[in-house]
């Protein structure tokens, strides 16, 4: 059948249960310690540290506060992380919010969920990120000039294309290019930092001076500094999306999300204060790409070398999302929640390929149809309507299920935290600015209900899907999984 039919177990015990099917063929544990940073760190520097402090700052008006946003950004992400580590630890499942949702709420939210971020939320992400790649990749072609459209989405459609057929090969030769890409960034940021450090040690200080002065205070700009912040900081919760792929999860786990965040919060300290050194407050602000203007002020003649630090810095970005965001489409159809053909896995590669390839193919979709970056922005609220629902989960485990066995605890407080912030970004820009495209996206969220009771809670499985899926098992080489949480 083109969906599977699951059996009524308890939820979060069948997390362990891997008898029910007696398919050999799994993922491989090959998702080391280094590679878990890689992929967190990797995914979280993409585009955002070099585009949205002028934003941060915009709206929180002097930079004093504008850093408090991003200390406070980093803080937040680091409660997520940690919030989801303990998960990770109780549930030994790849699939992030989507495992999570399902195994403590069950089947109607998680397919929701999985509805949204499959087909939109997703390939969304990674759309924006290859147009930023593309842009900057192709900028030292156009000196002077903006770079054409069609050059740009052409540019980012290949991209996407490349890294298909990364991902689909091989899950090291994934990582390796994730670990590659992330030391690439992290030194190009060094230089924004010891670039900083010099201008510091030689008294350029005017702009931390009368720090606070002109700080906005309101509620719902407050709100949207964040957005901007934690923009950069997305992708805290990716390693959760590979936890079967992970040697030893229990511990690669935590001590990853230890290692990535703090190190992506100080580094990002350190950029943001470089910029100001280099930069007066209102010559930030004027800024269209503030580490190409860093690069114009400081490394003069070598200013190239920031467009292509954010071109390679972005292209790493895009394939960790790239890896994980296809794992969740992976995972959602091995539950039942998707088309059986995305559920199996390469016979040789090892690899979830038609997964893969279904969000190539809507990533590209939403290449050619337009810029998507704003439409990124809308969804945000919706991130952190999914995230709070998560974190509520993990609060009813603590609170009713404290006997189930797990590695890690984290103290309650934080995610309570976590939840409380949740809540306040997700209503914060519904009353301060409500939106009409707002009401588009709810009702787009509920339009799931019409897939899920004939496809999933009444398992009508139309024969010509089922003729489908045969055939393109045969054509991709592909095979059922079974799952590997031990």
Excluded at 50 to 70: C, K, Y
Excluded at 85 to 101: P, V
Aim: proline residues 5%; hydrophobic residues 50%.
């Amino acid at each position: 059948s083109t969906m599977r039919e699951r059996k009524t177990t308890d939820p979060l015990h069948s997390s362990t249960d891997v008898s029910e099917g007696k398919e050999k063929l799994r993922l491989k544990r090959e998702v080391g310690l280094i590679s878990g940073v890689s992929l967190i760190a990797g995914t979280m520097i993409g585009s955002g540290i070099f585009m949205s402090p002028e934003w941060v700052l915009h709206h929180m008006g002097n930079p004093a506060s504008s850093l408090l946003i991003w200390a406070a950004c980093g803080l937040l992400a680091m409660f997520g992380a940690l919030s989801y580590a303990e998960l990770g630890t109780i549930i030994k499942e790849s699939g992030g919010e989507y495992i999570y949702i399902l195994r403590i709420f069950g089947s109607f939210p998680a397919f929701i969920f999985a509805y949204t971020s499959v087909i939109l939320v997703r390939p969304a992400g990674l759309a924006a990120v290859c147009l930023s790649f593309a842009e900057y990749a192709i900028a030292p072609f156009y000196p002077g000039c903006s770079s054409p459209q069609v050059a740009i989405k052409c540019t980012a459609a290949a991209c996407i294309l490349i890294l298909t057929v990364i991902n689909c090969l091989n899950v090291r030769l994934a990582t390796s290019v994730m670990n590659i890409f992330t030391a690439a960034k992290l030194l190009a940021l060094l230089v924004i930092v010891v670039g900083g450090l010099v201008l510091l040690a030689k008294g350029q200080t005017q702009s931390f001076q009368n720090g606070f002065q002109g700080t906005t205070a309101g509620i719902g700009t407050v709100g949207v500094a964040f957005y901007q912040g934690l923009w950069s900081y997305d992708g805290w919760n990716n390693l959760n999306y590979v936890t079967e792929e992970l040697k030893k999860p229990e511990v690669t786990l935590p001590r990853a999300l230890m290692i990535a965040i703090p190190l992506v919060t100080c580094l990002y300290l350190l950029v943001n204060m470089s910029y100001l050194a280099a930069m007066s407050p209102s010559e930030l602000l004027s800024s269209g790409a503030v580490a190409v203007t860093w690069g114009d002020k400081v490394l003069g003649s070598w200013a190239w070398l920031m467009s292509l630090s954010v071109a390679l810095s972005t292209f790493g970005s895009a394939n960790g999302t790239f890896f994980s965001g296809g794992r969740v489409c992976y995972i959602a159809a091995r539950e039942g929640h998707m088309p059986d053909i995305l559920s199996m896995a390469h016979v040789r590669c090892l690899t979830p390929s038609p997964a893969l390839l279904f969000t190539s193919a809507m990533a590209l979709i939403m290449i050619i149809s337009g810029n998507f970056t704003s439409i990124v922005n809308l969804f945000s609220f919706m991130a952190w309507f999914f995230y709070g629902m998560t974190v509520s989960g993990l609060l009813y485990l603590k609170i009713k299920k404290p006997e189930l066995p797990r590695s890690y605890k984290v103290p309650i407080i934080i995610p309570i935290i976590m939840l409380i912030a949740a809540v306040y970004l997700v209503l914060a820009p519904i009353i301060d600015q409500p939106q009409i495209e707002i009401l588009y996206i709810v009702l787009f969220i509920f339009s799931g209900t019409i897939f899920y009771f004939p496809l999933v809670r009444f398992k009508y499985h139309p024969r010509f899907l089922q003729k489908v899926t045969l055939h393109l098992q045969l054509l991709l080489e592909v095979a059922p999984t079974t799952k590997d949480a031990n």
